[in-house]
């Protein structure tokens, strides 16, 4: 028997199940509606914990030395650099801010006027060699030499009147300059100028999921013999990082018996804590929707397995009728199919529903197509599974029944 | 009649074991859910210092520029420094304290003794009287210290585990920042959630370390950080090396106010020092005071972080759906009865004997999903102890949180019953007899 010759026996059967049929598609479409909105949640969690920084950070390692003040201390940021550097395994080293960690967010204006800000970008300021410590792509113009630098003094003393040398992102060079030609323009935060000399792939300030954490501002001073304490930044050759980590933090340390080394952490272990807390709401909101999950299969397999004890009597007057036992097994699984299917269409105006009432709350971003689908197919499969049970159970009614009564 | 029908449901749950075990599952996994994240929100927005709480005021005032753009109404949370010095002497309330946090580096007075970080708060000594702080070992520094600029440390219990092994350390010196300190007390566990006294870092922070008289600790050769800084003005940066500078706010500042006379006193009180500071030309704003007791401050604030509002709107979203599961369940299942109802009512039965057997058997199968419910939500809970935020280490269910699982249980079921009972109480008998 083909499948679509079933539909309206199928259909005349549920009408006469009226409100347990509504009950059901009801449950489904609200299952939907969460279930589709909490994956979308969820999986952009997960995706936001992928995004790189820009920087290579499987290399990368922090040593947050803090200097006591009050304190005498022989070591200088030059020497630590030194020092850091010809520790085993460290490629490069460099004082200054790492993404997920340090890095200020400041207005940027295109006038030293500073009446409109022209955006908001995080500035990341270091020693020379930080922007190949982070191990920055330059695509466009050119990257700091040593002959560009500030000095450091007259950068923090705000001695310096002209521009200092800067890098900017690609995404950030498009906000300022939309027409292209960033290269040598000159833009101010109201602290300092700066003179665009070159532009990188991607370094971002925080991982957000908003399209401007990739605009960010990189500048260099140099340093030479001043006591320093804060981030010291260390790039290890490929694969190395824990050891050389090990023994820079070992080494900066004697270095600086004034200075108490706070935190030394890989990148990865930054980007641990930075996404801890989110990925684990993400990991309440899975549970959610496995007990989700289990209700409505609880919910399916419950009904059809009482529809099916109700329908005894039937079944074996179709057995004795000569229906085979894949038909019943058929028949059921139809049902059920088109019962989800009732589901699914209105769970697709439930989800669109509770998908503007979390926009609104919670600035959530707007419900992509694929994931109804998705969430449909999820909840067939679902459905099929759960009444497979009850299903098995009425195909396996003898014809027998029907000669008895009830 | 009640024990007649209990009987009769227990009978019939019996008839359908799977029926009701589904319908009790899903009303258990839905108790489950919605209690876990009810417990977690019922912490979070809990009273930190029940018994203490309502003699606890917030005072703010308003040291901003006339014309700040984008300034909202509300004052800054925090006080600037010449307002806390000012405040704290003005001594008319019973009890004040003054207060900001930070970073010291710290080793024992020992020749061999690491240096190391350690996260302080710098407050006065009514801080520990008010906010009911216990002690193990020593006690508070006296108001004397504060005025002679004392070097005394109190410890918590964890730091004194760490340095001292967890022994009396009274009387013993630490290195605070290059200077000597010398212990004057050890306190107990007292962690109040939320850390109401201080939220510029989040409501749900860790208690500090350490304890240092708050003018000693202005004193220190010292700079990092006086705690989180709101400044207004052309340079944003103007507190960073500079904790007295104009117009930066970052101390915390708590008065204890016995009577509502006090109360009104003080109100009053902090609008008379806006205008003598406004005569002398510090302030440029008319009085703009605030005085919130610990409870409305905590309210106003919003602590309660949106991912927790979040998942239990959701969790109740789940509620909502095994209520609906539970209610298809129920109308297939008292539908199947409706030859037995028939005969009941054919015997004499009315629609409301009907409708009350089927309530309690909505009710049986609330209780029992309740009570399965119960330990899922302590599943719940034990699972988000294990979460690695801040607020998750005190998810715990109370009594009061225990009694309202159960009754949100029955509720539930019996709302979920009321419409297939009320269905079922409106089968025509006539028809059913017939049939059987």
């Not at chain 1, 370094?203 to 304490?229: C, H, K, N, P, S």
């Not at chain 1, 028949?331 to 529903?353: D, H, P």
């Not at chain 2, 005071?289 to 949106?306: A, E, F, Q, S, Y």
């Not at chain 2, 269905?423 to 028809?431: G, K, M, N, T, W």
Request: glycine letters at 10%; one cysteine or more; aromatic letters at 8%.
């Amino acid at each position: 028997m083909r499948i679509h010759l079933q539909v309206r026996p199928i259909l005349a059967a549920l009408r006469s199940h009226r409100t347990a049929v509504a009950l059901l598609v009801l449950e489904i479409a609200l299952t939907m509606a969460v279930l589709g909105n909490l994956v979308f949640i969820v999986y952009g969690t997960i995706q936001r914990s992928h995004v790189p920084t820009g920087v290579v950070e499987s290399d990368i390692g922090l040593i947050q030395s803090i200097g006591v003040i009050g304190e005498s201390n022989p070591g200088t940021v030059a020497g630590n650099l030194a020092t850091l550097r010809s520790a085993p395994g460290v490629a490069d080293s460099a004082y200054g801010g790492l993404p997920l960690w340090w890095s200020n967010r400041k207005s940027l204006f295109l006038d030293p006027s500073l009446q409109h800000p022209a955006a908001q970008a995080y500035e990341f300021q270091g020693s020379q060699h930080l922007s190949t410590t982070l191990g920055m792509h330059v695509v466009r113009g050119r990257n700091f030499s040593d002959g560009d630098l500030p000095d450091v003094m007259d950068v923090f003393m705000k001695k310096t009147t002209a521009p200092l040398p800067a890098l900017l992102t690609q995404a950030l060079a498009q906000r300022l300059y939309p027409g292209g030609g960033a290269l040598g323009r000159i833009l101010y935060d109201g602290r300092y100028a700066f003179r665009v000399i070159g532009i990188v792939d991607h370094l971002r300030g925080e991982i957000t999921g908003r399209a401007d954490d990739d605009e960010a501002l990189l500048v260099e001073y140099r340093v030479g013999a001043q006591d320093m304490g804060g981030g010291y930044l260390v790039r290890s050759r490929p694969g190395q990082l824990p050891q050389a980590l090990k023994a820079a933090a070992a080494a900066l340390q004697k270095a600086n018996p004034g200075h108490v080394e706070n935190k030394v952490l890989t990148m990865a272990e930054l980007r641990e804590n930075y996404f801890r807390s989110d990925l684990a709401a993400g990991r309440m909101l899975v549970a959610i929707m496995l007990i989700l999950l289990v209700v409505t299969a609880l919910g399916v397999s419950g009904l059809a397995s009482f529809w099916v004890q109700q329908r005894r009597r039937q079944i074996g007057m179709r057995r004795a009728l000569g229906a085979t036992r894949r038909d019943i097994l058929l028949y059921f699984q139809a049902e059920n199919f088109l019962i989800v299917s009732g589901g699914v269409l209105l769970g697709v105006a439930f989800a669109y529903g509770l998908n503007l009432f979390l926009m609104h709350r919670f600035e959530l971003a707007h419900l992509p197509v694929h994931y109804l689908v998705a969430g449909a197919i999820a909840l067939w499969l679902l459905g099929q599974l759960a009444v497979l049970g009850p299903a098995l159970r009425a195909a396996a009614v003898p014809p027998v029944v029907a000669t008895r009564s009830v | 009649m009640f024990g007649y029908y209990l009987d009769l449901a227990l009978r019939s749950l019996r008839r359908h074991k799977v029926l009701g075990v589904l319908m009790m599952l899903a009303i258990a996994l839905g108790i489950g859910a919605s209690v876990t994240m009810l417990a977690v929100l019922h912490n979070l927005s809990g009273n930190p210092l029940p018994g203490r709480s309502d003699v606890l005021f917030h005072p703010q005032v308003d040291p901003r520029p006339a014309d700040l753009p984008g300034a909202s109404e509300e004052p800054p949370d925090d006080l600037a420094y010449a307002d806390a010095v000012n405040l704290y002497r003005l001594g008319i309330a019973p009890r004040r304290t003054v207060m900001s946090a930070n970073h010291l580096p710290t080793r024992r007075d020992a020749p061999d003794s690491p240096l190391a970080m350690y996260t302080d708060r710098a407050t006065t000594a009514d801080f520990f009287a008010m906010f009911g702080v216990p002690f193990l070992y020593g006690s508070a520094w006296s108001a004397q210290d504060d005025a002679s600029h004392a070097q005394v440390v109190v410890l918590s219990r964890a730091m004194n585990q760490k340095l001292f092994g967890g022994g009396n350390s009274v009387g013993e010196n630490l290195v605070i920042a290059t200077k000597t300190f010398r212990v004057a007390g050890v306190i107990g566990d007292w962690n109040p959630q939320p850390r109401f006294y201080d939220i510029d870092d989040g409501a749900f922070a860790e208690p500090e370390q350490m304890y240092l008289p708050f003018f000693t600790w202005l004193d220190l050769p010292q700079d990092y950080g006086y705690g989180p800084m709101n400044c207004w003005g052309s340079d944003p940066d103007a507190g960073d090396h500079d904790p007295k500078a104009p117009t930066c706010t970052w101390a915390q500042f708590w008065v204890e106010l016995d009577t509502p006379a006090q109360v009104d006193g003080y109100r009053s009180a902090l609008a008379q020092y806006s205008r003598q500071q406004r005569q002398l030309g510090r302030f440029q704003r008319a009085p703009n005071v605030r005085l919130r007791g610990l409870l409305d401050w905590l309210d106003h604030k919003h602590v309660i972080p949106v991912t927790v509002r979040m998942q239990t709107w959701i969790a109740f979203g789940v509620l909502l759906i095994c209520l609906v599961n539970t209610v298809g369940l129920m109308v297939a299942k008292f539908l199947r009865k409706s030859g037995e109802i028939g005969v009941r009512r054919a015997l004499g039965a009315s629609r409301r004997d009907v409708f009350a057997q089927c309530l309690v058997e909505a009710g049986v199968v609330g209780v029992a999903g309740g009570l399965l419910g119960l330990p899922l939500a302590w599943l719940g809970l034990w699972m988000v102890r294990q979460q690695p935020v801040s607020f998750a280490a005190s998810a715990h269910l109370d009594p009061s949180m225990l009694g309202a699982a159960l009754a949100l249980a029955v509720a539930a079921a019996l709302g979920a019953g009321l419409w297939p009972a009320w269905r079922a109480s409106c089968i025509a008998p006539a028809l059913q007899v017939k049939s059987l």
